[in-house]
Structures are given as structure tokens and as C-alpha cells.
């Protein structure tokens, strides 16, 4: 089985060797991680953006399912590039999996960045716009969309001192994915 390994991963410093040990994980469990920084793109090519678009769409279109690094990224929420793959491979109906080392309530997460209040019986926030409250960890088309393409998010029953190198959820969902192919 081969895995899109989806995430912020790809802005770290050291983001070649996350890579690395993402895709060691899978190979233990006997199946193949497909990591973005993969792709071989010259990033001073006028199109190297679109680069990056087309190789990442051909890695999702060869595989079979995605594991997505949902940890809040640059706020209170998920990477917006990888909430846009995790709904390109739920919308092929391929397997979905996801985690998050963050797995406190969305509204109590945001509520750490910005003032978050009580009106009219729903949280807003300092503009006003209503904040979403359903008691769940990231916005609910993706909690959803997990739970009916996949699995549940997996998140750790405490955050990590490092969430972007703890790998421990991120295991659980591989592991979960090779269960699956022993299943089929």
C-alpha cells in the first residue's frame, strides 16, 4: 500500500530527515510512504510552484491513501495545503487517515491566540464572526471526512514537548493502514 504522507512537514528545518523517518515507519509496517519533498524540483524555475502542485497531485493519484499531519499550523487550525489534499484523496474515495499532536477542542485552541467570547448563545470572535463549536478538534468537514473515508483523527492523550518531531500519532495511523491491508 502506498501512503501520501501529507503535512507542514515540508517547512521544517530538518524537514528531508522527518521525511525520512516517516517513510522508515511505513516500510517497517510494509507499506510505501510517498513524501512531497520526494519530488525533484528546481525551486528557480519561474513555474516551481506548479511544479510542486502537479508532482504532489501525481504522488496523491499513485496512492492508495493519505496519512495527514493535522497538528495547527501558523495558528489555530490545520495547513491549508494539506487540508486541500486530504479532501482531494477523500473525494477519490481513497483511504484517509490524519493525526494531530495538538488534540484540544478547536474553540479552546483559538481562544489561546485571540479573545473568544459568549454572544448570543455562540463564541465569536473579536470581529464578531461566529467561531465553530461542536466540541471537536479541527474544523468538522474534516473531522468528518475521516471518520467516513478512513479513521478517526489520532491524537496523543497529552501533547508532546515536540509536536513537530514526536511521531508517536503519526505511527498509530501507519499502523492502522497496514492493519487495513492485512484486512483486504
Request: aromatic share 8%; hydrophobic share 45%.
Amino acid at each position: 500500500m502506498k501512503i501520501y504522507l501529507a503535512g507542514p512537514d515540508v517547512f521544517l528545518p530538518d524537514a528531508v530527515e522527518v521525511g525520512r523517518r516517516k517513510a522508515a515507519i511505513c516500510a517497517a509496517h510494509g507499506l510505501t510512504g510517498l513524501y512531497p519533498l520526494d519530488n525533484a524540483i528546481d525551486l528557480t524555475v519561474p513555474d516551481a510552484s506548479r511544479q510542486i502542485f502537479c508532482g504532489n497531485e501525481a504522488m496523491m493519484e499513485a496512492a492508495d491513501a493519505i496519512i495527514a499531519n493535522l497538528t495547527p499550523f501558523r495558528g489555530a487550525g490545520a495547513d491549508p495545503g494539506t487540508v486541500y489534499e486530504l479532501g482531494y484523496m477523500a473525494g477519490r474515495g481513497k483511504f484517509c487517515l490524519a493525526y494531530s499532536n495538538d488534540g484540544a477542542v478547536y474553540a479552546d485552541r483559538l481562544s489561546r491566540s485571540m479573545d473568544v467570547r459568549s454572544e448570543d448563545g455562540r463564541l465569536v470572535d473579536p470581529q464578531g464572526l461566529t467561531v465553530e463549536d461542536f466540541g471537536l478538534p479541527d474544523n468538522l468537514m474534516m473531522i468528518h471526512a475521516l471518520e467516513l473515508h478512513g479513521c478517526p483523527l489520532v491524537t496523543p492523550a497529552t501533547m508532546p514537548v515536540d509536536i513537530w518531531h514526536d511521531l508517536a500519532a503519526f505511527e498509530a495511523c501507519v499502523r492502522m493502514a497496514a492493519a487495513r491491508l492485512i484486512a483486504t
